[in-house]
Nanobody, 115 residues
Framework: QVQLVESGGGLVQAGGSLRLSCTAS????????MRWYRQAPGKQRELVAG???????NYADSVKGQFTISRDNAKNTIYLQMNSLKPEDTAVYYC?????????WGQGTQVTVSS
């Protein structure tokens, strides 16, 4: 079993920044890709960004140039630096990974951007 714990969410004004963290713990043997997803009220969960163990990244078009995903393999932690936040970035942000065919999700952290 792998546990994912997110932190760093909160309330911020439009134009502000937040940095989310997600730490994996438990029976970690071979985690490659870790991802951030978000789910806004009334909307489907969507992929925000992903990063491989060797640092390759991908982003949703809607956050390219605005968000940066990074990773500290020694700490089993990924980060999401979110800049120039907009009200439409308001959502619960979830960390995700998979190992040996099992998918794991964190509990989510709320990000609210006020206009």
């Amino acid at each position: 079993q792998v546990q994912l714990v997110e932190s760093g969410g909160g309330l911020v004004q439009a134009g502000g920044s937040l940095r989310l963290s997600c730490t994996a713990s438990g029976s970690i043997f071979s985690i490659n890709v870790m991802r951030w997803y978000r789910q806004a009220p009334g909307k489907q969960r969507e992929l925000v960004a992903g990063i491989t163990s060797d640092g390759k990244t991908n982003y949703a078009d809607s956050v390219k140039g605005q968000f940066t995903i990074s990773r500290d393999n020694a700490k089993n932690t990924i980060y999401l630096q979110m800049n120039s936040l907009k009200p439409e970035d308001t959502a619960v942000y979830y960390c995700n990974t998979c190992q040996f065919g099992s998918i794991y999700w964190g509990q989510g952290t709320q990000v609210t951007v006020s206009s």
